[in-house]
């Protein structure tokens, strides 16, 4: 009967003793295993940052224009060759040049209503440069002159855009007014304009 007794003890002591291995030896691995993976997971993150931050783009790289309206909302995108002044540039540099270029922009971009422009995506295989235009503002007033055949017309402000035709030649009007005309000066409002205009008549 002890005989029997010391048996059955021995077995119990034997599987609970293999038990508390087996869990030390699983929580051991587990432990093991999630700093391999940890250190699995950084890995690339780190290279891809590094890879990135030296990428730069040379003439094979695809170079995409996205012309965005404000005031339609319409974005148009246009792939083109890589600008030579692009070539051989890292994301930060592109940046840089792109923020003096809005910053000096010429006066086509500027009458074209060109208000911002920025770098949305970088890679070596491709870059992508948006394009903010909006409608200019026409500013206010007007522009008086003489035509080539003597005859006193208003323009727009910008001194270019026809607006109308007055009929007023420049042999019913005072020397003083001809000279003024000749070199053509801004009216401020509309107001004012149809004053002169008045005075040129009587």
Known sequence: ??????????????????????????????????????????????????????????SETKCVIEVFNADTEELVCEERAMPAEYAGMTREQLED??????SNMDLDEQEAGLKNIELVRFSKAEVVIRKTYEEPEEEEGYYLRLTEDGEVAIYHRDGKTLFEETG??????????????????????????????????S
């Open 97 to 102: 040049y792109l923020l003096q270029y809005r």
């Open 1 to 58: 009967m002890r005989r029997r007794y010391i048996v059955i003890s021995s077995f119990f002591v034997a599987v609970l003793l293999l038990g508390i291995f087996c869990f030390a030896s699983s929580a051991h691995m587990g432990k093991v295993s999630g700093k391999v993976a940890k250190k699995v997971r950084q890995k690339p993150f780190v290279s891809v940052a590094v890879s990135n931050a030296n990428q730069k783009t040379t």
């Open 168 to 201: 007023i030649r420049k042999e019913n009007l005072p020397a003083e007014e001809v000279r003024r005309l000749e070199n053509g000066y801004v009216v401020p409002n509309e107001k004012e304009l149809y004053s002169i205009l008045e005075n040129f008549s």
